[in-house]
């Protein structure tokens, strides 16, 4: 009989990191981050979605958290087969600045990561921070096995996010249809598709992240 508890459903989580702070997708986010998204090609060239068309569109997608009710997670499932959305504090600009999130609907006992942030908070590592966090969460909290990533191989700036978090690319990685970019793009000239990875067993906690962290595990699964 296997006797291993069940991996834990995030009830909530707030990670406070020296650049940013995770905070769960909030309804009040979507005016400051509908504009560093909406018609940002920048921004929306890199991912499998094009941007929302409307505030409000973000607002109905932040208003829940996580995308279901854990009292529906699926017992044994990783994170309980729900997905994690979190926005991007910038601690300096003391505003969102971005998204990011992981997936465990994604792909079978992988934790999957996604991130963009506002064009004009580019370059200042809050990124790189926020994807520590993440992992961190993912590995050490949610008790995933691997985490992963995707990108196009022109965006070197998020494979440089993920190289600075310890990540590796999977040589043998052969996507079958390239999602990043197509939606925006559509006649990219390069629209290969890597596939980045970390595994628990090669995992190095980062050293004093996060600096505080509020977790609640789902009461259900606590028993
Ligand atoms: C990818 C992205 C999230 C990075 O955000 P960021 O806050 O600028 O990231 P950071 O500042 O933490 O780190 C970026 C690193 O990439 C490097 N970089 C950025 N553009 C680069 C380029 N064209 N060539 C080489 N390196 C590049 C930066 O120099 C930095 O590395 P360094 O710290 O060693 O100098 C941001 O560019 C973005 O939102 N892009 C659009 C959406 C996106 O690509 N999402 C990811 C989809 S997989």
């Not at 068309?53 to 973000?58: K, M, R, T, V, Y």
């Not at 529906?72 to 999130?101: K, N, R």
Request: aromatic residues 8%; charged residues 20%.
């Amino acid at each position: 009989m296997d006797t291993k508890p069940p991996p834990p459903v995030l009830e909530f989580a707030r990670l406070t990191g020296r650049l940013v702070e995770l905070r769960p997708h909030a309804p009040s986010d979507a005016a400051a981050l509908f504009p560093l998204v909406h018609k940002q090609a920048a921004v929306t060239d890199m991912l499998i979605w094009n941007g929302p068309d409307a505030s409000e569109d973000l607002e109905r997608l932040f208003s829940a958290w996580p995308s279901k009710d854990p009292a529906l997670a699926e017992p044994g499932a990783l994170g309980g087969g729900l997905d994690y959305f979190f926005t991007i504090h910038g601690l300096a600009a003391g505003q969102p600045v971005g998204h990011c999130g992981i997936r465990f609907t994604e792909t079978p006992g992988m934790a999957n990561l996604g991130y963009w942030m506002g064009e004009r908070f580019w370059g200042g590592g809050l990124c790189t921070e926020a994807v520590s966090l993440l992992t961190w969460l993912a590995l050490e909290t949610l008790q995933a096995p691997a985490v992963e990533a995707l990108c196009l191989a022109r965006n070197l700036g998020s494979q440089r996010v993920l190289e600075k978090n310890g990540f590796i690319r999977d040589t043998s990685f052969e996507p079958e249809t390239p999602r990043h970019g197509s939606a925006s793009a559509p006649d990219d000239a390069n629209p290969c598709e890597l596939r980045y990875v970390l595994a628990r067993s090669t995992y190095q906690p980062p050293e004093g992240l996060p600096v505080s962290a509020e977790i609640r595990i789902a009461p259900s699964l606590m028993s």
